[in-house]
């Protein structure tokens, strides 16, 4: 559950960085999907007693910062 969205997301960015316009800003939605759903995963982790809390929170706090970047970039 975990792994796709992990993989997807710095694939999507490097691949939205070698393309321009409209196209450039897909990919890089696509990535702040990925994004998003690997934040929600860890919490559903953290939910579930599969990780604890501190152990993800600052994977939580990188992903709260790209979103923010991608946000920025695609608006």
Known sequence: M????????PL???GGGRRSGGD???HWRIAAGSAEELRT???VAIAW?????QDVS???ELLD???AMLWRLTR
């Open 2 to 9: 975990i792994r796709r969205p992990a993989t997807s997301l």
């Open 12 to 14: 999507t960015l490097g």
């Open 24 to 26: 450039r800003a897909h």
């Open 41 to 43: 995963a860890l919490r």
């Open 49 to 53: 007693g599969d990780v604890e809390d």
């Open 58 to 60: 600052e994977a939580l």
């Open 65 to 67: 910062r790209v979103l």
